[in-house]
């Protein structure tokens, strides 16, 4: 009797935890089944905003018109494989090419930050960068995701350095974000990563 109970004990657990996970797994499978194509759409637009803002285009404030501006002013320009390489942003309501955005992963402190870039349509000066996504730290190295850091680089021509936040810059500067000197190396690689890539994809299929 006493093993049994002994056993018992050592089983209960065991079970209960198993139950508890099917549970949690069960919960979370049905939770994306039903929200995985709102996070879809949602990712894809974030996308959309992040096209048009890199290429300098007045963002609507309403989803709808983003999706609108994007599919009236923007070509996705693919690969053989079908990915996209870049995009081309037409000026509005004509189809002349008035700026390209690329797609830029570079390393951050914590993980990948992924960017959008802009560039004019002689790819001489940069037209805006948008931060897609990023885990910098908060208050610190996250601040590369403030509309005063992103604001700074429109009509920049690389290769970029850098100077102390607050400083003036040239047009080959932008200043760095105070006490995340890795994350502003991060962007800084990518900005001037992107003009290599741009010039390769872009100029090289032309």
Do not use: C
């Amino acid at each position: 009797m006493k093993k049994d109970s002994v056993a018992k004990k050592r089983i209960v657990p065991v079970v209960f935890m198993l139950v508890i996970t099917l549970v949690f797994i069960s919960i979370t499978t049905v939770i994306y089944t039903f929200t995985k194509d709102t996070i879809a759409l949602n990712e894809r637009l974030r996308l959309k905003r992040a096209v048009l803002y890199a290429a300098g285009v007045q963002l609507p404030d309403d989803a709808v018109e983003i999706e609108k501006a994007f599919d009236n002013r923007v070509t996705e320009v693919k690969n053989e494989t079908g990915g996209v390489k870049y995009y081309e942003v037409a000026e509005s309501g004509t189809s002349n090419i008035e700026s390209y955005v690329v797609i830029q992963v570079g390393a951050g402190l914590w993980g990948e930050i992924t960017a959008g870039v802009g560039f004019d349509n002689e790819l001489d000066s940069f037209k805006g960068l948008e931060i897609i996504d990023q885990n910098e730290t908060p208050g610190l190295g996250g601040r590369i995701g403030e509309t005063w850091f992103k604001e700074q680089f429109r009509g920049k021509r690389p290769p970029l350095t850098t100077v102390p936040e607050g400083d003036a810059t040239n047009e080959n500067q932008f200043q760095a974000v105070t006490g995340a000197s890795y994350s502003t190396a991060a962007i800084q690689d990518i900005m001037n990563a992107s003009q290599e890539y741009a010039h390769m994809e872009i100029l090289g299929s032309q």
